[in-house]
């Protein structure tokens, strides 16, 4: 049960003075929280806004920063009262996303050689990868920024692992790093997979949570790439990818896909204002991804 204490009476009375100065009802709250992907009950807004109770655990935490966006309020403004929480929960171990025989085995010795530290006390929060297509069609860059939890023990250090469309001697560039720095990267000799390490400023011990973000780029010799994909080893909170054309560069068709252990389901998608998103709550382990293409 959630514990009372000085960190819930200040969330509870920000959380109430929101609530009064918006205007809004519990139970219109509710109902915008669950059109978000954030169902809670009622009561539990109930006990939160009384001090009864205090939101603990990932799926509480991302309720309250649904209260947050449909608040107005800034990032932060409540999340920020409540400190790590207690209630981490069971977390699944980690299995590659990747279904070929080769992209698993070259994931695993790619890690190796990276010496990359064990990513089994790691909580994936929330992803939100832009991508930004050119002219040609391919993407240009990516900016992708990223909330993880420990679950126990302490990260100092994330490994992240791309995969070319076909083979070559070219990597991805990673630069503007926020949060942390680059610190090893890596080219497998099949010179399909690459790997990167980003060293966090600050580590995070069981409970805590860090946020990063990176830019990559695709230099001259890089495959041309006409999708964009995450791929994460365990359920995440959150996963947001949104893919931004170049007015001039338009494509006629778009499809978001997913491909888990158990199916792989695509569909068509519209593009609206230049752009096309996918939003997933719990996705994972799995890909998710967006490709698109060009008639004639």
Same mark, same amino acid.
């Given at each position: 049960?959630?514990?009372?204490d000085?960190?819930?009476?200040? &969330? ?17 709250l ?7 992907g954030?169902p ?11 001090? %009864? ?29 409540l ?10 171990p ?10 698993q085995?070259e ?6 050689a990276?010496?990359a ?37 302490t990260?100092?250090e ?17 630069? %503007?790093v ?32 860090t946020?990063f973000?990176?830019?990559?780029? &695709? ?13 994460t080893?365990?359920?995440?909170r ?12 338009i ?10 252990e ?18 997933r ?14 008639d004639?």
């Amino acid at each position: 049960m959630d514990g009372v204490d000085d960190r819930g009476s200040a &969330f509870a009375a920000a959380f109430r003075a929101a609530i009064a100065e918006r205007g809004i009802t519990l139970t219109r709250l509710k109902s915008l929280l669950a059109d978000d992907g954030n169902p809670v009950s009622a009561a539990t807004l109930s006990y939160w806004r009384s001090g %009864d109770r205090h939101p603990e655990g990932p799926q509480s935490l991302s309720v309250v920063e649904g209260i947050e966006n449909r608040l107005g309020l800034d990032r932060g403004h409540l999340t920020s009262l409540l400190g790590p929480s207690s209630r981490l929960g069971p977390v699944a171990p980690p299995r590659l996303p990747f279904d070929e025989e080769r992209e698993q085995r070259e994931t695993a010795e790619t890690l190796h050689a990276l010496n990359a530290a064990a990513q089994d006390s790691l909580r994936d929060l929330s992803t939100h990868v832009t991508a930004f297509v050119g002219t040609d069609g391919a993407v240009e860059r990516i900016v992708m920024r990223s909330l993880v939890q420990a679950t126990r023990g302490t990260i100092s250090e994330i490994p992240l692992i791309d995969v070319a469309p076909v083979e070559s001697d070219v990597m991805s560039v990673i630069s %503007d790093v926020v949060g942390g720095r680059l610190d090893r990267e890596y080219l497998h000799p099949g010179r399909l997979l690459s790997g990167v390490v980003i060293a966090l400023d600050q580590p995070v011990t069981t409970g805590g949570t860090t946020l990063f973000e990176f830019t990559e780029t &695709f230099p001259p010799g890089y495959p041309p790439r006409q999708y964009v994909w995450h791929a994460t080893s365990r359920p995440a909170r959150e996963t947001v990818i949104w893919v931004r054309f170049a007015p001039d560069a338009i494509p006629t068709w778009c499809e978001e896909y997913v491909e888990t252990e158990e199916e792989y389901a695509s569909s068509m998608r519209g593009i609206h204002g230049g752009a096309v998103h996918v939003a997933r709550h719990g996705f994972g382990p799995g890909v998710l991804g967006i490709r698109w293409g060009y008639d004639g």
